[in-house]
T-cell receptor, first 116, second 112 residues
């Protein structure tokens, strides 16, 4: 049981380049989400999904796209990277708080992205 | 506007003493609160949670207290150990949603 996996661990982009951050979980969780962590800002929700085919915006969605074609995978796409997107990105999954509030979110190890 | 606030960016505590981490929130509709712990270069890991219908939840050395009238929660670690040195995030969610709103984190350092 690998839990939540993220690739790559590190990435350097030039302004305007595009890339996809990969996230996968093997716990059959319905809920998946992407956060970014910036100094002094804590963790901020970018996008989330409550199941395959369903996605919605979080607090800071601009500049990012997501899709959820399978339960296991939830990739995050940067279409045209900007220096403001330099951050550490975390993917998380959970069985869903609708399930009696006994579940919690499990986080991946993170992707450190630098945009020059 | 920050709905979940951790006003102390850092805290230093001697090993064996109590660590108290504080968190304030503004949205009275939050009904579930969690604490996560994060080591460098790792993702956050769940530590302890509390429902708004309770005012205390205990798990070993960790206790979370909730004061709904003050919109305040705190995490107590007794006794503190060097391995507790990490960044601690509090988070809150609304009823029947999966979205978590995180605070900015408090870096705890436990020294010998």
């Amino acid at each position: 049981n690998a839990g939540v996996t993220q690739t790559p661990k590190f990435q350097v982009l030039k302004t305007g380049q595009s890339m996809t951050l990969q996230c996968a979980q093997d716990m059959n969780h319905e809920y998946m989400s992407w956060y970014r962590q910036d100094p002094g800002m804590g963790l901020r929700l970018i996008h989330y999904s409550v199941g395959a085919g369903i996605t919605d915006q979080g607090e800071v969605p601009n500049g990012y796209n997501v899709s959820r074609s399978t339960t296991e995978d939830f990739p995050l796409r940067l279409l045209s990277a900007a220096p403001s997107q330099t951050s550490v990105y975390f993917c998380a999954s959970s069985g869903g708080f609708g399930s009696g509030r006994t579940d919690t979110q499990y986080f991946g190890p993170g992707t450190r992205l630098t945009v020059l | 506007d920050q709905q979940v606030k951790q006003n102390s960016p850092s805290l230093r505590v001697q090993e064996g003493r109590i660590s108290i981490l504080n968190c304030d929130y503004t949205n009275s509709m939050f009904d579930y609160f969690l604490w996560y712990k994060k080591y460098p270069a790792e993702g956050p890991t769940f530590l302890i949670s509390i429902s708004s219908i309770k005012d205390k939840n205990e798990d070993g050395r960790f206790t979370v207290f909730l004061n709904k009238s003050a919109k305040h929660l705190s995490l107590h670690i007794v006794p503190s150990q060097p391995g507790d040195s990490a960044v601690y995030f509090c988070a809150a969610s609304l009823w029947n949603t999966d979205k978590l709103i995180f605070g900015t984190g408090t870096r705890l350092q436990v020294f010998p």
